[in-house]
């Protein structure tokens, strides 16, 4: 397969979901067969290199990317879900957003001591849930071996506060 510029298949959408925000709309990477597979193959050979046992995805568009990596690479996937939605026992972890907190929960039972674990997700923007992600697989004695994006929004910093993980973004702002 050839090479693609996977920039000119993200659309860009001014003032939304505010005045001032420059949405990266990712559907029309995932409309395109050809554009949404190169991706996803691009990802999995980064990912397979930290030798993985799981790919955690938090919700929702991380499942779009971290499922099919999963997939390729012959792994389990484990959702990252928000309070509510997994019907097992959980364990959780709240964090601080910008205008109050938010909590993400997974299965108790999904992710064993000592277990290698790569988080894929849609964007890197400020950290925040890939931070959180992260706490919360190491609650379960697993270990973060990598932390793969579609996009990363390196204005907003966030790889700084994942200093110390293994981070990889296809496409950077």
């Given at each position: 397969m050839r090479a693609l510029d996977f920039d000119k298949y993200i659309r860009v959408i001014d003032d939304f979901p505010k005045p001032g925000i420059?949405?990266?709309d990712i559907t029309t990477l995932l409309k395109d067969g050809e554009a949404y597979r190169a991706?996803?193959?691009a990802?999995?050979?980064q990912v397979r290199e930290s030798q993985p046992d799981l790919i955690v995805g938090p919700e929702a568009r991380g499942f779009l990317l971290g499922a099919p990596v999963a997939y390729a690479l012959g792994i389990g996937f484990v959702p990252v879900r928000k309070p509510g939605k997994l019907p097992g026992k959980t364990v959780s972890e709240t964090y601080e957003l910008e205008?109050?907190?938010?909590?993400?929960e997974v299965h108790a039972d999904a992710i064993q001591p000592g277990q290698r674990i790569a988080i894929v997700d849609d964007l890197l923007a400020t950290g925040g849930t890939t931070s959180a992600t992260a706490r919360l697989i190491e609650k379960t004695g697993a270990q973060v071996v990598g932390m793969s994006?579609?996009?990363?929004?390196?204005?907003?910093?966030?790889?700084?506060?994942?200093?110390g993980y293994e981070?990889?973004?296809l496409i950077k702002y």
């Open positions: 420059s949405f990266k991706a996803v193959d990802i999995v050979e205008y109050g907190s938010d909590t993400l994006f579609l996009i990363e929004l390196g204005f907003l910093e966030g790889r700084k506060r994942l200093e981070v990889f973004s």
